[in-house]
């Protein structure tokens, strides 16, 4: 029995993956998580037993936060080339503020979001065929699993959204839908799929063309390689409402196809001819949907933008990582978490003098110059935070922070902006 | 302490349509955020001889923050690259991005530059509703409200469907409330819903007139818009229903439009962008703009905006799905659509209006056609349904094409002339409006029109919102440069320059209902919904638990 009265949490959002649940109930005794009740593998990883460390550092020892500061916006001022990025378990509030240190420093900054650029290029260059996820649920009787099974990296899709639960036109859950696996190489749908199709992965692109062909009615392929891909395309044209479900987030740190997303909104588009067809993309956790949609709101472009001119640059092309890499930056303000940086940008960072406020900043591997620990998006700090289908949610923190990313960033940019 | 701030705007000629003020030289005197009968004699003074005063203008129905405006402008990175925007010159300013869907801030010092202190979103879906007023957070300077869609969702249609009409009402207040709207606006009665129904190809996909069950026998987009009209009455919203009828751009779609009219007579009603639904019956595309007008000057409970089609670049951005599934398959155009669980839809298609082509021309002569028409202009707003029909940006010329009849009259020998036959506007329409008529569908009549008792007027006691324009016989360029804006007091605008951004505040109702539907609406989400009751809406995020 624990000595410290506990209490409940309810209804919290988990930014453990881009599902965002707001069904959880987090339970605190003292001043740290007991329980994250309704979380996944993921989500109770996520939210752990809630403990940060609230560490100011600057050159490695500690410091006030007055000099940490006044330090970091010396080193922010001073860079010839910044850069700012946005982390993880960063609030929508937080992000904004990221954004405009990024303009008054005529900064480049990137964040999170990138890890799906291509789904967000193709979806630039075709558009969109999508749903918010509670209408998949709603009215999706066919499904298929492009190369993807949720399970691992997005563990309640199926639960809440997508194949189980009861909407208006799928009374019977599951047993109101087909779902298909579409197995790609070593990437494979769900195991107990009604069906599966296999595809070699040189074959994959070419067959979403085949299929899109055949949904259009036109002339399609021959080759026995594609004909179960034709026939998926058929069921899927004769479905009420057919959706696709993807993985936005690239594999192992392997950039993901440009060719194979623009091919996928292609062929979700072409089945709204015969039919309803949406395409869910997957993407990952950390309130990265909110980076993205506050950098589109403030400047017109959804990741790598260029301050550089006095104005909002895209460059989709030369991100972050893309910059590190090149040697152009001297200088970095890290936002969020640093734990969740991509291998690519966390390994340049470590080039560059940086500033890292955010939760554990202070175990940054990158060893910031200035570091100041700040609670955790969803944890210990509010705000708002998007879901993957870019539906806004509202933070509920259970435990008090070493002190709030919002109130230390805002500091941060009224000492640049002074 | 020092004194609320004051100024005299003295000597200017005077356009203050609500207080039957029409072009008299007169001084407008500021205290604070307020318009006053006089300051003393001492106070700060502003020259504003030789030019016109106006009251701050009120767009009532723009597209300009939100979750599609959001979808629109990440489809569009090759038009912000086109339009950078750098940091107007003024401490905290900041840069973005133009293009016919700005980046917020810059959505916000274009409006100010306009001389628009007032701006209402005209199409949020209430899921999203806590994105829009974050993207109003970023959106400085003038006072935005959102109106929230309605007319496609589910909770409703099973009030209708029960006949539960006073639990639909119950339901729209409650709605207004936790997202912080204004008004209700509804887009294509039922037709959304039937899209998102799935099935059957895309003609079928759709309602095409005011009896077409949806769902249910008992749910039509006559019952809808009944139940929701009655409501918003019932609740004395400031602002009726705001229609987006059923049919949007199809030939011969004015009768629905009439008929739409005729299903709510005698109840307050706003029919918006009336230009997309004002083409006449029979084969083919023709004007219907006189036999929609007509009704309109009959009818006093109904006003409309007009969102006129502007030649050039365009971005169509709605909640009514299918539509834009027609364009994007007949423009082969990109082309963007959301389903929005259980409420709404999105659907986005950029376009381009050319005066070459004979449906453009037609529409932009249907909208003006609307405008010359229109006997009370204070039930007649200028709109370009921003950025559908045209940009905000491009109001300016508009105002030039009512003022002026030989400009518009060289305009008109320009377009496509294919479909005119039967325009009104062949037959010469020789109405010029004047200033005053202007500072009315601007200003006076949308904040009538809104139920917003401080705007829209320079009487005493109005929100101190004003626009001074130097006077020039080319109209555009008088409209497009004021001289100075004040918004709020706080001179935002001097010597055409922007040189300070200001929030804006925030219009929301707050209607009174009976909580008890509170109940039945948590069943509703524990069934279907794919976030927490407690989670919906726009209340500010809970704070964090006591610090340490």
Redesign the interface.
């Known amino acids: 029995m624990s000595a410290f009265p506990r209490r409940t949490v309810?209804?919290a959002?988990c930014l453990g993956c881009g599902c965002a649940c707001?069904?959880i109930a987090v339970v605190v005794e003292g001043d740290r998580v007991a329980e994250a009740q309704n979380a996944c593998a993921l989500g109770l990883a996520w939210f752990g037993d809630g403990r940060v460390p609230g560490e100011v550092r600057v050159d490695g020892g500690p410091a006030p936060l007055e000099r940490a500061l006044a330090r970091a916006a010396e080193i922010l001022r001073a860079a010839a080339r910044p850069l700012v990025y946005l982390a993880g378990d960063l609030?929508?509030e937080v992000q904004?503020d990221g954004v405009?240190i990024a303009?008054r420093l005529h900064a480049a900054i990137d964040s999170l979001a990138a890890t799906a650029a291509a789904s967000?290029l193709a979806?630039?260059?075709?558009?969109?065929?999508?749903?918010?996820?509670?209408?998949i649920?709603?009215?999706a009787?066919c499904l298929v699993f492009w190369a993807v099974d949720p399970a691992a990296r997005y563990p309640r899709y199926r639960s809440?959204?997508a194949v189980d639960p009861?909407?208006?036109?799928t009374p019977d859950g599951r047993r109101s839908r087909t779902v298909v696996a579409v197995d790609v190489g070593p990437a494979r749908g769900p195991a107990d799929a009604d069906r599966r199709v296999t595809l070699a992965p040189a074959d994959e692109v070419d067959a979403l063309g085949v299929m899109r062909a055949a949904v259009q009615g036109r002339q399609g392929s021959d080759d026995p390689r594609f004909q179960p891909a034709v026939e998926l395309a058929h069921e899927l044209a004769r479905?009420?409402?057919a959706v696709i479900v993807a993985d936005a987030e690239p594999l192992d740190a392997a950039p993901a196809d440009p060719d194979r997303a623009e091919a996928l909104v292609a062929l979700a588009?072409a089945l709204?001819?015969?039919?309803?067809c949406?395409l869910s993309t997957l993407r990952g956790g950390g309130n990265r949907s909110g980076a993205?949609?506050v950098l589109?709101?403030?400047?017109?472009?959804?990741y790598a933008v260029d301050?550089a001119?006095?104005?909002?640059?895209?460059r989709?092309h030369a991100g972050a990582a893309a910059l590190l890499a090149a040697g152009e930056v001297d200088a970095a303000l890290v936002l969020g978490a640093p734990a969740s940086l991509p291998a690519a940008v966390a390994q340049g960072l470590g080039a560059v003098t940086a500033v890292a406020i955010g939760p554990r900043a202070s175990a940054a591997p990158c060893r910031p110059a200035v570091a100041i620990d700040t609670?955790i998006a969803g944890v210990?700090?509010?705000?708002?935070a998007?879901r993957m289908d870019?539906?806004?949610?509202?933070?509920?923190?259970?435990?008090?922070?070493?002190?709030?990313a919002a109130a230390t960033v805002r500091a941060l940019r009224e000492r640049l902006?002074a | 302490m020092s004194a609320p701030g004051r100024l005299r705007i003295a000597g200017g000629t005077v356009y203050d349509p609500a207080n039957g003020v029409d072009g008299e030289v007169r001084d407008v005197c500021i205290e604070g955020e307020r318009i006053v009968a006089d300051v003393p004699a001492d106070a700060p003074r502003l020259d504003a001889r030789g030019m016109v005063v106006m009251p701050g203008g009120v767009d009532i129905h723009s597209h300009l923050a939100g979750t599609s405006v959001n979808h629109a402008r990440r489809l569009l990175p090759e038009e912000h690259a086109a339009h950078p925007a750098p940091a107007p010159p003024f401490a905290g300013a900041r840069s973005g991005t133009g293009g016919t869907l700005p980046s917020t801030f810059v959505t916000g010092y274009r409006y100010a530059a306009l001389g628009y202190t007032t701006v209402m979103e005209a199409a949020v879906a209430p899921l999203g509703a806590r994105h829009a007023h974050a993207e109003l957070d970023d959106t400085p300077i003038v006072d935005a409200g959102c109106y929230m869609l309605l007319g496609n969702d589910e909770y409703l249609f099973r009030q209708i469907a029960a006949g539960e009409t006073a639990r639909a009402r119950d339901y729209a207040a409650w709605l207004l409330e936790v997202t912080r709207g204004y008004a209700i606006k509804i887009v294509n009665p039922g037709g959304v819903a039937a899209w998102k129904s799935g099935g059957a190809p895309a003609a079928q996909r759709n309602v095409t007139g005011l009896d077409d069950p949806v769902g249910s026998s008992a749910v039509t987009p006559r019952r809808i818009l009944e139940t929701l009209a009655d409501a918003a009455n019932a609740l004395g919203l400031p602002h009726p229903v705001h229609i987006h009828c059923n049919n949007l751009g199809r030939p011969g779609n004015a009768a629905t439009t009439l008929a739409t009219m005729r299903a709510l007579a005698g109840r307050r009603a706003h029919f918006t962008h009336l230009q997309f639904h004002s083409y006449g019956e029979g084969a083919g595309w023709k004007s219907g703009a006189r036999e929609v007008i007509e009704y309109v000057n009959a009818h006093p409970e109904v006003s409309v905006d007009v969102g006129q089609v502007m030649f050039g670049p365009a971005t169509t951005v709605t909640a009514d799905g299918p539509v834009e599934y027609l364009l994007h398959a007949t423009s082969g155009r990109k082309w963007v659509n959301v389903d929005i669980e259980l409420e709404s839809g999105c659907g986005i298609v950029p376009y381009t209006y050319r005066e070459r082509a004979a449906v453009a021309a037609l529409q932009w002569a249907v909208g003006l056609e609307l405008f010359l028409l229109a006997r009370d202009p204070w039930r007649v707003v200028l709109s370009t349904d921003h950025p559908n029909g045209g940009t905000f940006f491009s109001y300016p010329e508009l105002i030039r094409l009512l003022m002026d009849r030989a400009y518009r009259d060289a305009q008109l020998r320009r377009v496509n002339q294919k479909l005119l036959a039967g325009s009104a506007l062949l037959d010469g329409l020789d109405r010029e409006y004047t200033l005053g008529e202007i500072a009315i569908v601007t200003r006076a009549g949308p904040a009538r029109l809104l139920g917003l008792p401080h705007k829209g007027h320079l009487g005493p006691g109005a929100e101190a919102d004003v626009t001074v324009y130097a006077p020039d016989p080319d109209r555009a360029r008088m409209f497009a440069t004021p001289r100075y804006v004040i918004k709020a007091g706080e001179l935002v605008v001097e010597d055409g320059q922007l040189r300070r951004a200001p929030a804006g505040r925030r219009l929301a109702v707050r209607p009174a209902y009976d909580a008890a539907v509170t109940r039945d609406l948590r069943r509703f989400f524990a069934a279907y919904a794919t976030l927490a009751f407690e989670n919906y809406g726009a209340a500010p995020a809970p704070p964090a638990p006591p610090g340490r």
């Open positions: 309810e209804h959002t707001d069904d609030s929508c904004r405009a303009d967000v979806a630039q260059r075709r558009g969109r065929a999508a749903a918010t996820l509670g209408e649920r709603q009215r009787d809440r959204y009861v909407g208006l036109q479905a009420r409402y588009q709204n001819g015969p039919t309803r949406a993205d949609a589109t709101w403030q400047t017109g472009f959804p301050f001119p006095g104005y909002p640059r895209y989709p609670g210990h700090d509010g705000g708002t998007f870019d539906v806004p949610l509202p933070l509920r923190p259970a435990l008090p922070g070493p002190r709030e902006e």
